[in-house]
């Protein structure tokens, strides 16, 4: 027994030596940003960033490393939100994709044994299997290559063969709880200590918008950079029925920090402090820059519960303005018929200055444009010369969906109108969805910000997307009541006659006398 132990210290040293030799390549951080909105809500994100410099996975989650280099993959985002984000009272998000629904996007080389595509379809199975999503939904028919408007937000290596995009999205699948539990397994603590504490689903997911994401980028020089985020934006006004706008860390998820994660080289709780009005922050924070509230957690004392209280009674302003936003958007699709459609998408510029957008459009083969009948209006009267470099790639039905992409000017203090005639598929009856009465949904459209440079020949996005409400289309739909009547209809007339066969099968009739003294 003595001696057991003595060669079981030797191992667990050499095994810690191990350990923190493989940890000195990777580095793990978190962050918890928390942001007063001007209507009153509470804007939460959790930022949970893990760099990887060498391939030994001691940080870094095992189960993501081998899908990304199974399939060869340069830069991932994956993003599931539920709601939709409202960009004139809320600004731009911390993270750029909140689009409804899930969103795919990679950028993957080129020359590898296997297509693109190939790789494409098994990455986005393994990630269904990983998230427990419907992510193998996104099939070809919502797959599409939009370079302009996805640009790397990494680096991409400099190799000889040339690196392409393949992007989908899938408006009716939201975020839940069976989506957060393998997200929280990736972090190295879990959801045991640290800021990942706080993640506790029945606050996260009665959010009034809440979204999760998981970003792979590739830093030259630095390594692989993941980024697991989860952001909420909440309404402290519900549980004091629209009087004050308090909130704490307590309030907001029914948690606190009572510890942190070892692991992590960093832990830091930023408060954004109110521009506007008096309100006290409670406690002390351990250092301020400019108009931040920076805790370290590490440091600090536990446990940790951030709290804003204000003197007085919120009330709502009457106009808001978003600083951030350059200009707002809103898409309809009109039209009562379900062979027709009117696509409509109203631009208001709330600047002094031209604003210049990326103007892109990923619609399923169900609905077609009529690119002929584009028309674009400014304030209500028609005019040309608004809309340029158009890219058009019309789809293929059960095969391809359309891809439209223009460069669209929006004058200052205007608001540019745009129509466009659409089409509605006619579907066979095995190819609508259990709930076909309830219609199909659409992908929002994307905005993206552009800097013109050599006399407007050429642009550059800038930093922030706009998305767009999704969409709900009605189309020609079968009356599937009718084989629910046939088959009850079929089903009774089959066990009548079943019933009577087996009466006359099974049954012997025969006389029964009875004596006239038991009778009487």
């Known amino acids: 027994m003595v001696a057991s132990q003595r060669l079981l210290w030797p191992l667990t040293l050499i095994h810690l030596c191990l350990t923190v030799l493989a940890s000195s390549q990777e580095r ?76 795919l996007w990679a950028w993957m080389g080129d020359g590898a044994t296997t297509t693109i595509d190939e790789r494409w379809k098994g990455l986005r199975n393994a990630l269904a299997g990983l998230f427990c999503a419907s992510l193998g939904s996104l099939d070809e028919l919502r797959t599409t290559s939009p370079s302009q408007s996805f640009v790397p937000e990494g680096m991409l290596p400099n190799w000889d063969v040339p690196h392409r995009i393949r992007h989908a999205s899938l408006p009716s699948e939201h975020v839940c709880t069976e989506n957060l539990t393998p997200f929280l397994k990736l972090l190295p603590c879990k959801s045991l200590s ?36 989860f952001q909420t934006v909440s309404d402290p006004l519900r549980a ?14 029914d948690r606190t920090i009572d510890r942190t994660c070892p692991v992590a ?48 009674a919120f009330n709502y302003p009457p106009v808001y303005h978003s600083g951030t936003t350059p200009f707002s958007v809103k898409r309809t699709l009109r039209g009562s018929s379900q062979a027709w459609g009117r696509l409509s998408v109203m631009i208001t510029n709330h600047r002094s200055e031209t604003v210049h957008a990326l103007y892109l459009e990923t619609m399923p083969w169900l609905v077609q444009f009529y690119l002929h009948t584009l028309e674009t209006r400014i304030d209500g009267i028609v005019e040309d010369g608004i809309i340029s470099d158009i890219a058009y790639i019309p789809s293929v039905p059960h095969s391809r969906p359309t ?31 259990p709930d076909a009465q309830r219609g199909w949904d659409l992908p929002p459209a994307i905005f993206t910000p552009v800097a013109l440079f050599n006399n407007a020949s050429s642009f550059s996005p800038k930093d922030g997307r706009i998305y767009t409400s999704a969409l709900l289309v009605d189309l020609a739909t079968p009356d599937f009541s009718m084989p629910y009547n046939v088959i009850i209809f079929t089903c009774t007339l089959i066990a009548g006659i079943f019933g009577t066969i087996f009466n006359l099968l099974t049954r012997k009739w025969v006389v029964v006398r009875l004596d006239s003294g038991k009778s009487q």
């Open 240 to 253: 004091t029925s629209g009087q004050k706008q308090d909130w704490s860390i307590q309030s907001l998820f």
């Open 265 to 312: 080289q960093t832990s830091q709780v930023v408060v954004s402090l109110p521009k506007n009005g008096l309100c006290g922050i409670t406690p002390d924070p351990s250092s301020i820059d400019g108009s931040l509230a920076i805790y370290n957690v590490k440091t600090i004392e536990k446990p940790l519960n951030v709290e804003i209280k204000w003197p007085e």
């Open 403 to 433: 891809t439209f992409q223009a460069l669209v000017r929006i004058p200052p203090k205007k608001t540019v109108q745009i129509t466009m005639d659409v089409t509605k598929a006619f579907l066979r009856y095995t190819e609508h969805p």
């Open 28 to 103: 793990f951080d978190e962050k918890l940003t928390i942001n007063t909105l001007q209507d009153g809500r509470v804007a939460s994100q959790f930022t949970f960033t893990t760099l990887l410099k060498a391939q030994h996975y001691t940080v870094f989650p095992l189960a993501l490393g081998q899908i990304l280099r199974q399939y060869a993959v340069t830069e991932l985002h994956l993003t599931l939100n539920a709601g939709n984000w409202n960009y004139d009272r809320w600004g731009y998000p911390e993270e750029k994709g909140v689009g409804t629904g899930a969103e």
């Open 194 to 229: 640290g800021i990942a504490s706080l993640l506790n689903p029945h606050r996260l997911f009665d959010a009034d918008w809440h979204g999760m994401g998981v970003h792979v980028l590739w830093r030259e020089g630095k390594g692989v950079e993941l980024r697991l985020t």
